[in-house]
C-alpha cells in the first residue's frame, strides 16, 4: 500500500493542463468528468465513532476505520470519465461497563476486509458559465469484497445513481446540490440520499465548504449528518483536504474526521 502511495505521490508531480477538481472530500459528487485521456486518483482516510447504550449491555463504541479509500478516475472521451473505487476498511467495537460479562473493553477482535467497492461511469449532461449537471452509475460488486467483509453468497450486483448539479451564485461562492439511488443487492426498496453543499474560496487555492446531507434507508430509518472542512490547492495536479461531521439524529454516527490527498495524471 506504502509503495502504491509513493508511486502515485511521484507520478502526480507531472504537469498536467488542467486544473484538478475533485469529488471528495464531501458527499457531493462534482457534476464535470476528469480531461480525456487523463487518470486521476482521489485517495485517504476516514475514521467513524458511534456510542450506544444498552440496558443489557452497557455502553457500545462502535469505530470504523477506513484505512484507504481510493477512487480512480479515467476520462474516456470529453464527457464520459469510468471509475473504480475500493475501500480497506477495519470495524472495531467495544463495550464499556458492560454488567454481565468481566472482560477488557478491547477484548472483541477487530474486523478487516475490502469493502463496498464499485466499477461505474460519470457522465456531465449539461454545463454552462453558471450551471453544470452530471449523472452518476455505479455497481457494487459483491465479489470485490474479501475478509471479515466478505458479502454473503444471495447479496447480488447492486446499482446506484447520482445527479450532482452545481450552481456558480458568485465568483467565489458555489451551491451544490446531489440525488441518489442505493440499491444493497437484497432488496428491490432503495436507500435515497440527498446533499446540500456551500463552498466558497477564500483564496485562490483555500477553500471551505459546508454540507448536511441524510439518507432514508430501504428499511424506513433515516440518517441526517453534516459535515465541513477544507481542500488546498499545492499546484494544478494535487489537492489534500481535511473534512469532519456530526450526525443531527440518534440513529447516525456520532462523529467521523476525513483525511486525503488527489492526483491529476497523465493529461494530455
Known sequence: MWRFSTIIFILGVYQCLAQIETDRPDFTESPNVVPKGALQVETGFI?????????????REDRNLTLNTTLLRFGLTESVEIRFNWNVQQQKIIFINHPLIDFPPDI???RRGFNTSFIGFKTNLYKSEKVSIG??????????????FTAPEDVKVA????????????????????????????????????TLALGYGIT?????????????????????????GFTYLINNDIQ????????????????????????????K
Open 47 to 59: 475514521l467513524e465513532n458511534d456510542k450506544s447504550t444498552f440496558r443489557t449491555l452497557g455502553v
Open 108 to 110: 472483541l477482535d477487530p
Open 159 to 194: 446499482p446506484e445513481f447520482l445527479i450532482p448539479l452545481t450552481y456558480k451564485l458568485a465568483e467565489k461562492f458555489n451551491i451544490s446540490v446531489q440525488y441518489g439511488l442505493t440499491w444493497n443487492g437484497l432488496t428491490p426498496n432503495p436507500t435515497t440520499s440527498y
Open 240 to 267: 489534500i483536504d481535511l473534512t469532519g461531521g456530526l450526525g443531527l439524529n440518534e440513529i447516525a454516527p456520532d462523529n467521523f474526521i476525513n483525511c486525503g490527498a488527489s492526483f491529476l495524471l497523465f493529461n
Open 204 to 228: 485562490e487555492k483555500l477553500k471551505v465548504y459546508i454540507e448536511p446531507y441524510g439518507f432514508l434507508t430501504n428499511n424506513g430509518d433515516e440518517l441526517h449528518l453534516i459535515n465541513g
Open 135 to 148: 449523472f452518476l452509475g455505479h455497481l457494487y460488486i459483491p465479489e470485490l469484497t474479501s475478509g471479515d
